[in-house]
């Protein structure tokens, strides 16, 4: 999501001065002087003039005044509060002091001084619109975000046409998990200004959020038109290709992403799955340890790596990788079945039991742990216990030809014929070759 907004207008109000030519004053004439430099936007000569005239008149109030507004101009915001909060010491009531000082406040993230400052004007003045916005703001930073779009939303009450408080206002829908609330900010914002990219990104957000993934790709490829090299969409728009299952279109958008910045790290992980989707194990492994370099405790991150070890037929390093895993108190059924796989596969047989038998304590109807598992009772002569396990999956999948297949197998071992054969004839039915065979041998 893209990071919220701050604005008010910095060249707004300040004071000028007109002086009669009979009373001349070097103070007033570098004021006048500072003046035209500011209304220029020569903000360095404007301080330097209202410094000589506060020089000069040590208690020019309306030089201070200027000169912080030339100040928050630079992003001098230190410099500016000081001078602020000298106007204010003479003047508790100078409402715009209160207000511009809250926001250089703002801008060096000192929130609750910004905060007190524009409480400070609002109490006085509920409807001054740039203390609600800039109040909205700091709510916004302090995750308060029904304060916030409370504020936001008397902002637009009171300039409909103020596109900052809707983008705002949704970002703080969005963080609330409103996103149809946020949607409906978002594009009025657009329709007031389609060329604001960042717009289309956060709607971007939202529908990714809201599993409206067409237009993700729609909103994001908006933002590109707008910034051809816009990072955030890119990697947006890798993100609902990949879940609309746009593998190709995914994996362009993922390099471009890196391409345009060869830190995203997140970006190698999420284009390791696009390439593991693909069938491109060993690409996809490359991608996932560099992400691991930055994570290296990433969960999801570790059980992919293990994944495509295994499909790379790389089982003792799925062990080496997972057993640390597995062993936690809270490992989840994905590890134990990956470490069954590469168990099975360098014939530890007990072993691979032993960790099927952790992925379907945590998972009971993990079919493809219990049909693994029965599979392997079947190898070690352990029927009754392949029988248990191959009903279990008929229940959880009653279309599974290889599950009556290995089920007939085991009740004929077990003295069960009637019973084997009518798995045979349903495991024929179900497309099981190997079940017609099996059923001319062995059932009259």
């Not at 990072?231 to 879940?243: D, I, S, V």
């Amino acid at each position: 999501m893209r990071l919220l907004r701050n604005t008010i207008a910095l060249c707004g109000l300040f004071f000028s001065c007109t002086f009669s030519a009979f009373a001349a004053d070097p103070a007033d004439d570098y004021f006048s002087a500072g003046f035209n430099y500011f209304q220029n936007r020569q903000f360095d000569r404007a301080i330097e003039a209202y410094s000589k005239a506060i020089e000069l008149r040590p208690e020019f109030v309306k030089a201070y005044y200027n000169r912080a507004m030339a100040e928050l101009n630079l992003k001098l915001y230190d410099q500016a509060v000081k001078d602020f909060t000298v106007v204010i010491m003479q003047e508790p009531y100078h409402l715009k002091a209160h207000l511009y000082r809250g926001f250089a406040y703002l801008k060096s993230n000192k929130m609750e001084l910004g905060l007190a400052d524009f409480n400070s004007v609002l109490a006085e003045d509920p409807s001054q619109k740039d203390a609600l916005f800039n109040r909205g703001v700091v709510l916004m930073k302090r995750s308060k975000w029904i304060e916030a779009i409370h504020d936001f939303g008397e902002v637009i009450k009171l300039q409909p046409a103020h596109k900052a408080a809707y983008f705002n206002r949704g970002y703080c829908h969005a963080a609330l998990g409103d996103d149809d609330a946020a949607l409906m900010d978002y594009n009025t914002q657009i329709s007031m200004n389609p060329s604001s990219r960042d717009v289309h990104v956060n709607k971007g957000n939202s529908e990714m959020r809201l599993e409206l993934y067409e237009e993700a790709v729609k909103s994001y490829s908006q933002a590109i038109q707008i910034k051809p090299d816009h990072l955030e969409a890119y990697y947006g728009r890798a993100l609902a290709f990949f879940q609309l299952r746009h593998y190709d279109s995914a994996l362009e958008n993922f390099n471009i992403t890196l391409r345009l910045d060869p830190q995203f790290v997140s970006a190698y992980k999420n284009r390791a799955l696009v390439l593991k989707e693909g069938g491109h194990y060993g690409p996809a492994l490359k991608d996932l340890n560099v992400f691991l370099k930055y994570q290296p405790l990433d969960h999801e991150a570790l059980l992919v790596k293990a994944e495509l070890l295994n499909q790379l037929e790389m089982y003792q390093q799925v062990i080496d990788l997972l057993t640390p895993i597995e062993e936690l108190p809270d490992s989840d059924e994905r590890t134990a079945l990956q470490m069954g796989h590469a168990f099975a596969q360098l014939g530890h047989t007990r072993k691979a039991i032993r960790s099927y038998g952790k992925a379907i304590a945590a998972k009971p109807d993990d079919f493809l742990a219990l049909f693994n598992r029965g599979n392997l009772y079947f190898d070690s002569e352990h029927f009754e216990e392949a029988i248990e396990d191959f009903n279990r999956c008929t229940q959880l999948d009653p279309t599974h030809a290889e599950t009556f297949l290995m089920r007939a197998k085991s009740l004929f071992q077990s003295g069960q014929s009637d019973e084997a054969c009518r798995d045979l004839k349903r495991a024929e039915t179900l497309g099981a070759d190997k079940a017609k065979k099996l059923k001319l041998m062995m059932c009259r």
